[in-house]
Every structure is written in C-alpha cells, then in structure tokens.
C-alpha cells in the first residue's frame, strides 16, 4: 500500500508526540524519517519509529533536552544534544553549520549526547539545496565488525555522505562503509529474502545469509582494510574528537533501548565559490556528470543521487510504499497510542 | 641494496637540478619523494623519478612555474601551480592549509595546474606532524575505469588520506578508492609478480592478473558501487571545484609526457581543539586506538599509520632498500645526467 508524504509524516509526528515528544520535534524527526523514505532510503525511514517508540518508551532519549552549542567559533560548533531525538540535533547542527558556510565560507560542527539521525543524504542534501557542499559522517548506532585483522567487534557500518549542487539534482553519495548496513538487512529480513554471499560472516569467517541470523556475525567492510580502516577514520572524527562514544563505548540502541547512546556525528558544510565562480562551476559539473551517465553505451549509467531523485519525483507522486510487516507494527502502534489516522 | 635517506634524497635533487628544476624545488620534490619511501609507499617514492624526468624532457612539466594563490579567503586557498612539480605546488598547498587552520580553526585548499604529487599521506602527514587533522584527495593522473555500470574510462585511482594526531605516530589513513593503484602494479611488475584476481578486469569483466598487461584493462573500485561513488565524489572535489582536469580532460601523464596535466588535489587541515582540549582528546585517541590494536587476541592488529611508522623507524635506521630493477634505472639516469653520486 502506499501513502502520502504528508500523511505518513503526520502519523510519525502524532506518535512522537504521543509518546511525549516536544511537537516541533516530533515534525522535524518525522519529516527527517519521510525524507529517508522519499528517496528510497528504506532502511532509515519510517521503519524506524517503532524502534525509537521502544527507546523513548524504556527511557533511553530525553524528551526535553537541552540542545547546546558548547562550543563554536565562526567556522565551528559542537552540539550537545542532551541526548534528545537524533534527528532533531542534527537538524540543528547542520542548520548551525550551513549558517556559518554561508557566512564565513565553510564549517564543521559535530555532536555529541546525540542519537541516530537517520539517512546520512538527508542532511548533506539540506545543504546541497541551498547551493552548498556537504560531507557528514557518523559514528554508527551499533558496534558489527572488528578492525581488519581483529576479533572484537568494536566498529560500527559508519557512513559518508557527499553532497554536491549541480544545474539540476545534487550528486550525492550516501554509503555505508560496509558491504550492508543494518537498515537493510532489516529491509530484506521483513521482505522474507536471503542475504548475499559477502556481506555478513560468522566468527569462523563463512557466510550467514540469514538475515534474521545477521547479528551472530560481523558485518563486512567495503574493500577489505582500506574500507576498514576509512571507517575507523571517519569514527575517529565523528566520535571521539566530540567526545561522543566509540568503540567500547558504543552501545546497540537497540539491545539496551534503556541507555544513553552518547551517539556522535559530524558535518561539513562548504561554499563552491571559495574556488570557482558558481554559475560556472555548476555547469562544469553538469557537462561532467552528463559524460559519466553517457558512459555505458546502451545501458544507463546511475550516478550517486540519481536513484534517489528519481525516486523522490515518483514517491511524490504516486505515495510512498509501505510493506505490509511494517504497515501491521505502524497500524498496531498507532492504536496503542491512540493516533487518530491509524493508516486503515 | 639499501641506501640512506639523505643519500637518495641527494641523487633526486642533484637529478633534478640536472633536468633543470630550481634548486629548491628540486629539494622539495626530492625530500616529498623519499618521505614516502621512508613509510613504505615505495609506488609514489623514487621509482616515480624516471617518469618524471621523462615528463621534464618531454616538455610536459614548467621548471619556472608561477606558483599564485589565484583565490583566498582566512579559510580556503585555491593555488595555481603553474604546472609545476606536482610535489612543490602540493607542499604550498600544505604549508598554505596549515598557516590558515592554525589562525582560523580550519581550511580548504585546492590546486589547479598541478601535477602528480606522489603519497597523499606525505602531505596529510605533515599537518598530523604539528597537531593537525588533515584530509586529502587528488584527482589521479590517469583515468583506469568507468563509473559503476559505464563502459568508457572516466575515472582515476583518486585516493583519499585522513591523518590524526594521537600521542605517539598520527592514525594515518592512505588509501586509493580503487582495490590497486598503478604505483603498486608497477612494484609488482618489476618484482616480476602477478596481480592478485580482483584487482584488474578486461572489457569482459575477466581478470588480468600480468601487470605488464594491466593498461587493457580496468581497475576495479572498493566495494563496488558504493567505492565508485566515493571515488567519484571526491574527483568532483578535487577536480571540478578546483576548475582542474576530470574525466575526459585528464591525460595518462606516462603516455603524453609532454603534455600539461592540469591536475587537481584537495586538502583540508582543521585544529582538533575546536571541540576538545587537545591533550584530553590525544589520549582518548590513544585509548581506542590502544584497545582496537589489542582486538587481535593474539593476532596483531595494525591500525592505518602503524605499519608506516615502523618502517619509517626501520629505514631510517638500515636505510631504504631499492629493487634491482629500479637501481639499474636510477643508475643509467644519474650516468645520462652526470649526478655525482650515482649510487654505485
């Protein structure tokens, strides 16, 4: 069945707020999730909001937080989200961020006391919007693979975003750094489908395709020890330079949905016309991209975004689909908290 | 055979100042080349000379460049190398992120005209050196594949390093977005080695595993799709926001060495005391790098940066080792150019 973006946004909302959330940000969270879904980023979307229904009922997200900049200068700020919705202090840090590009050229802002914020292209394609580039980063919200070469699983699918305006859609790449992430395996596991050779093995290294089995295993990185050791980068920076959890740290929001995920992540936010005019730098990337698609003969080529634009015009149009696993929690949710459009 | 730091580094500056570089720039190329040696990055050190003496005689590289910061802001530079050697535009490109990120918390550099600059982490590295976080990407010297699904050769092995200062070596991230780079096929081809399956696919998708063979073929991204993208987004950085050479404009700088690159590089220094006191934030990275290392159980566990350090300890102490056919080339150069000492 498929549904609006409205109407789904306001059934997130409705049950956000009650479950006791603020309701400006309950309509930023579920706005941030029914983005995810729009370009069909699945994984991330409203899908989640059981999840963060069971972590907000057990306790572990502070309803009323205080959402501080404790730190900034005209280039940077870290935000303390007090352990508030994640996708309500990334709205923030990023909307800190893009003020500062546009003022001083480019800036970084990080979070710490922060929770999962969803879709990593929802925040950088705020900012490639506006005419901006963006990068964001995040220490994920579990840990699922050890270093190259360990045993502990001390690392989590940590991702990167790269988003970039062009004349028309932004290119925007949104990656785990791992062969699969959670939110997928999640897809597939409600879908009732099997999973690939490759992205998940057991301890002895042979491959679980079991999606429901995915946690008795470690997810794989991309690439081998270069994926691994780029993901380790990007947790360093989005992590422990916050002061946010890592490795040890780093609890699974959804096996202990009681405690404080101390979550951290980072944005980068950075004018194009610091080095080339834009007009021209926009059609630059156009010409270039436009080679790129060209580039498979017959067969179309898809660069990072496309599939998600072409995604968000049809979603916009026809509604967003919704399985039918997921329609019976969101329906059994919305009658246990009374939210007035209950999806029937 | 093994030879010292300074004694290599004097055969390629005494080689260069023959070719006719300026003296400085010549000890800049030299110092970036063997620094790269020194950690192990044995593809982009001194076997790089002949090339880029051929590049020189061919008339493909300006030994009296203007080196000009065509753009500035207190947070980002764009430098116009002038198509100088590709190592002295990147060290003022350094030098240049470095100065800003220390007065102003962090900064951008990009470069246009530049050329082949050899190990990205070299560069990153410095900034590690004196408390600085750095990352860096470069649109390479040569197109080795399509985008994910094309069929034409639009892309490079565009590398991407990230350095972070730690209490003891930096965490030193320097990989290629590609599984190989043309640095490592050429060590292999002179050790007279095959190419491991993956590395290296023919227009029908099956392996090439010579290395002598590898330019029929196209280098593989890491992790498929999601590889490629990042391998494209951060050419688009590199390259199109610096008004520097992408896709169909580059030229492979080995099969028209007497034509102008145009390439492009990116670097970003940021000063970690932006979100936590510094000596607070060194030890923590120390903390998790210290138990991400000890995840091996009784395997070790080499972090990005480590392997470097011990061969940098390694070499400075017995010196570098060069492969006969490498000694034989630089021999027959330094005879040809009438280097003093010729490493016989």
Redesign the interface.
């Given at each position: 069945m498929r549904f609006g973006f409205d109407r789904l946004a306001a059934f997130c909302r409705d049950a956000l707020v009650a479950l006791g959330a603020l309701p400006e940000h309950a309509e930023v969270t579920a706005r941030r999730l029914l983005e995810a879904d729009l370009r069909g980023r699945t994984g991330h979307g409203i899908i989640r909001l059981p999840q963060y229904a069971g972590r907000i009922e057990a306790g572990g997200i502070e309803l009323r937080p205080d959402i501080d900049l404790l730190?900034e200068?005209?280039?940077?700020g870290?935000v303390d989200g007090g352990n508030g919705l994640g996708q309500v202090v990334m709205t923030v840090a990023t909307e800190t961020a893009m003020t500062k590009a546009i003022e001083?050229?480019?800036a970084?802002v990080?979070t710490v006391h922060s929770n999962h914020a969803g879709a990593a292209g929802v925040y950088t394609g705020m900012a490639a919007e506006r005419g901006l580039?963006a990068m964001y980063t995040a220490v994920a919200s579990a840990n699922v693979m050890?270093?190259?070469?360990?045993?502990?699983r001390?690392l989590g699918t940590n991702p990167?975003s790269?988003a970039?305006p062009t004349d028309s859609h932004p290119?925007l790449?949104d990656?785990?750094?791992t062969?699969t992430s959670h939110g997928t395996i999640k897809v597939l596991a409600q879908a009732g489908q099997q999973m690939p050779e490759g992205w998940v093995v057991d301890l002895e290294g042979r491959p679980i395709l079991d999606p429901t089995r995915a946690d008795e295993g470690f997810l794989m990185p991309?690439?081998?020890y270069?994926?691994s050791?780029?993901n380790?980068?990007?947790g360093?920076?989005a992590g422990?330079?916050?002061?946010a959890a890592?490795?040890?740290d780093v609890i699974d929001h959804r096996q202990v949905p009681g405690q404080a995920a101390n979550t951290g992540q980072a944005i980068f936010v950075?004018r194009?016309d610091?080095?080339?005019d834009f007009d021209e730098?926009r059609s630059?990337?156009e010409r270039?991209l436009a080679?790129?698609r060209a580039?498979?003969?017959d067969?179309?080529?898809?660069?990072?975004g496309d599939m998600a634009a072409a995604e968000m015009s049809s979603r916009l149009r026809d509604g967003i689909p919704l399985g039918d696993v997921l329609l019976d929690q969101l329906r059994a949710l919305g009658a246990r908290l009374d939210v007035e459009d209950g999806l029937d």
């Open positions: 730190r200068t005209p280039v940077s870290l001083s050229g480019m970084w990080g580039i050890p270093p190259w070469g360990g045993r502990e001390l990167i790269i970039i290119f790449l990656i785990a750094t062969v991309i690439g081998g270069k994926g050791g780029l380790l980068g990007l360093l920076l422990v330079l916050n002061g890592f490795g040890d950075m194009p610091l080095f080339r730098f630059d990337m270039h080679a790129l580039s498979g003969g067969d179309p080529v898809h660069l990072p």
